[in-house]
């Protein structure tokens, strides 16, 4: 008996180390049946001049939530089942509305919470195409940490893709914004799957690219603030972006 269950052991590893198949999303469902949209809040960019239009977690939640009418902005695509964020480009290119701390447009989710960075576990993964990159020099914003808003206008960091698929980190010095410092964290291809994954825990600042080597970087004198994260496709250009998200999670 035991010189079969030997035998038998090369097989059940190669078995266990199968990874797991995702479930295939539902192309007729509206992105939150395929993504868990409750603890976020999305902002399109139409609405009112300093007053972009926002949608709730609550009706953004399952396969009947929220997606534009017209198919735009944010809507599920009809063949992936993938969640689509689109920006026609800029404010004085396009028409597109911004909020009044920012001079780009964006359909991108916000963490409905903040959270301590201090804390053992914040996370943000995604798993995404960026179909199109705007023409600005590092790219779109594909994920971020904020700083809280009773804290500070501006970010922590931002995740750029730019037209040539190079990847980089920006990172604020200061509370007060405007001496970001950008890093190169990796290269992908336009047009192809890739992932991220951004954690603030323990005071420290990750960001790692397609499961490749994890890269600290300097938060500088900020001091761990108040954040949360954003997701999705905050154009920093004058020409359109689009960007396909097969999955986003957070853990806290």
Not at 58 to 82: E, I, R, V
Not at 161 to 180: D, I, K, L, P, Y
């Amino acid at each position: 008996m035991a010189l079969k269950l030997l035998a038998l052991l090369p097989l059940l590893s190669a078995v266990s180390s199968f990874p797991l198949l995702a479930p295939r999303a539902n192309p007729s469902c509206a992105p939150g049946g395929n993504i868990n949209l409750s603890p976020w809040t999305l902002q399109l960019p139409i609405g009112s001049p300093g007053s972009p239009q926002q949608i709730p977690g609550s009706q953004l939640a399952g396969c009947s939530g929220y997606q534009d009418p017209g198919h735009k902005y944010f809507y599920t695509n009809p063949s992936s089942g993938a969640l689509v964020t689109k920006v026609p480009g800029s404010p004085a290119s396009s028409g597109c509305v911004t909020t009044p701390n920012s001079q780009h447009c964006r359909t991108e989710l916000r963490e409905a919470r903040s959270w301590d960075p201090k804390a053992g576990t914040n996370k943000l993964t995604a798993t995404l195409t960026v179909v199109k990159a705007d023409n600005s020099g590092h790219g779109t914003v594909v994920g971020q940490i904020h700083i809280d808003d009773s804290v500070s206008s501006k970010p922590v960091c931002e995740l750029f893709v730019n037209s040539a698929g190079v990847v980089a980190m920006g990172v604020e010095q200061t509370r007060a914004g405007g001496n970001m410092i950008v890093t190169t964290v990796g290269s992908v291809d336009l047009g192809g799957s890739w992932s991220y994954a951004i954690s603030y825990a323990n005071g420290v600042l990750t960001v790692s690219v397609n499961g490749g080597a994890t890269k600290t970087l300097s938060t500088y004198s900020l001091d761990s603030p108040k954040s949360y994260f954003k997701a999705g496709n905050y154009n920093q250009g004058s020409s359109a972006s689009e960007v396909h998200f097969t999955s986003i999670n957070i853990s806290h």
